[in-house]
């Protein structure tokens, strides 16, 4: 029944809400969009579901989750060892309201402190499922998964699958998780669809335009489900908003910029930015990785330009804190940039990566510009997943995993060197020249 009505929700949004979904590409793609999964639940109202664990701080979980019933103990039972929990937390929940519909009850529990490397075993509401997760390690080496614009469909849980497939301690999202939509009961399904998985490792997340759902007039208030559902710990790095927080894992420092909020040099963000990156100790955290859904660099057809505002407001930040990599999403397919500053080679600069190529329903964007950039070192539009495996604090591999319908096969691989070890990018007359610059 429910998977009734939502299919028909879909259908009727599909045909008269998003016309271009029906636009012939006109050529054929390798991977064509596949159907969206409407996962369902198959417990009773007061079962835990969309269960999905975040990072808080140095050595806490957020652990969240929807109940359909109301009035269920917002509590998590963990502990090391399988149905033995020696230790409880008590957090919080939320709901809210959107056109006709009514969310179930969100939960969200801080557990902790818990140890790093560790397997806890986890029960949400005093009832359920068992659950666990691995804590990640406090130093290197550490390995993460990169994957943007997932959606809900075959090609998402085909994705996920090869992501399970090899081992990994924290997953990145650089925007666009459920393509809901505004369709409400689209979140509750791909909550359900990834719990599998974000039930195991930490999900860290920033918003995509997705995540925006503003009806005008109707409804106003943008990112309200978003901000229900995936909380983030953006008050322990100093911000004000779930849009945009940083938070340290393993040696890396990682930065999650809103594409969505504002960003000129007069906005919150902007001055959040300048602050956290004044703090990083780059003997500590070697690393920086930044995270945000709209590219500043994308030689692809699709959103051309539509991060161009961003960069020019923030790049000279990103640059003068030598910042590693910057990972975007929002575009359908895969592309890798050389170390870039202001539309130039730059051996001071990030490494620029384009992952939106999670599996969303939209399909791929197939179109690169041509002649290519020289700026531009790989770029393919198939589906698929990034990993970044940061070995000590001067080498990581990145690389690119595509999507072979039931395989996974690396098709994009590089070494990485951080710019904390580079004596050319640290040299004061270069650096104090950017400052007076800002
Ligand atoms: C719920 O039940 C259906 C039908 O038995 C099954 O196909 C599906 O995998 C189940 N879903 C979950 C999340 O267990
Ligand atoms: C870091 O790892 C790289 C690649 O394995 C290795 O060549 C290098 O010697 C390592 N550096 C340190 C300081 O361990
Ligand atoms: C980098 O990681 C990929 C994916 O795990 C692996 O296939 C590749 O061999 C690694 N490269 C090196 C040089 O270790
Ligand atoms: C891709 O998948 C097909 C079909 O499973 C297989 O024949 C082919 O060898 C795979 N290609 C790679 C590069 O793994
Ligand atoms: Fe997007």
Redesign the pocket.
Request: proline share 0%.
């Given at each position: 029944m429910e998977n009734f009505s939502l299919r028909a929700f879909f259908l009727v949004f599909t045909l008269f809400l998003c016309p271009q979904l029906l636009r012939s590409h006109g050529f054929i793609s390798r991977q064509p969009p596949r159907p969206v999964i409407f996962?369902?639940?198959?417990g009773s109202d007061s079962d835990p579901q969309q269960v999905h664990i975040s990072l808080v701080g140095k050595d806490h979980m957020r652990v969240s989750w929807v109940t359909e019933a109301k009035q269920t103990k917002s509590i998590v039972e963990y502990g090391k060892e399988s149905r033995r929990y020696n230790a409880v937390a008590t957090g919080e929940h939320t709901s809210y309201k959107y056109f006709f519909y009514s969310s179930g009850e969100i939960h969200h529990v801080k557990i902790g402190p818990l140890q790093p490397s560790t397997t806890y075993f986890y029960r949400c509401g005093g009832s359920g499922p068992e659950f666990s997760f691995r804590t990640p390690p406090s130093g290197f080496p550490i390995e993460f998964v990169v994957v943007g614009d997932l959606g809900q469909t075959e090609w998402t849980a085909s994705t996920l699958a090869h992501v399970a497939s090899m081992d990994y301690d924290v997953f990145l999202l650089p925007g666009d998780l459920s393509y809901a939509d505004t369709q409400q009961p689209l979140w509750d399904t791909f909550g359900?669809l990834v719990e599998p998985y974000a039930t195991t490792r930490p999900w860290m997340v920033t918003e995509g335009n997705h995540e925006i759902e503003i009806i005008p007039i109707i409804h106003s208030g943008g990112f309200t489900s978003y901000n229900a559902r995936w909380p983030m710990a953006y008050e322990e790095s100093g911000s004000t908003s779930n849009l945009y927080y940083s938070f340290d894992v393993a040696g890396t420092h990682i930065i999650m910029l809103g594409s969505y909020a504002e960003f000129s040099k007069s906005s919150a963000q902007y001055k959040w930015l300048e602050a956290d990156l004044a703090k990083v100790d780059r003997t500590k955290t070697p690393w920086i990785f930044v995270l945000l859904h709209a590219p500043w660099y994308n030689t692809n057809t699709a959103h051309k330009g539509e991060g161009e505002s961003m960069r020019k407001a923030m790049e000279k930040l990103l640059f003068r804190a030598r910042v590693d990599v910057v990972f975007a999403g929002h575009v359908h397919a895969y592309e890798r940039f050389t170390r870039v500053y202001n539309n130039a080679e730059n051996q001071c600069g990030p490494v620029y990566v384009t992952i939106g190529d999670g599996g969303n329903r939209e399909g791929l964007a197939l179109k690169f510009k041509n002649p290519p950039s020289p700026l531009s070192l790989f770029r393919e539009a198939s589906f698929g997943h990034g990993r970044l495996r940061v070995l000590n604090e001067t080498h990581a591999n990145w690389s690119w995993h595509r999507n072979n319908d039931s395989n996974s096969v690396v098709a994009d691989q590089v070494w990485l060197e951080s710019l904390s070890t580079s004596e050319a990018c640290w040299d004061e007359g270069l650096l104090s020249l950017l400052k007076d610059e800002l």
């Open positions: 996962t369902q639940h198959n359900r």
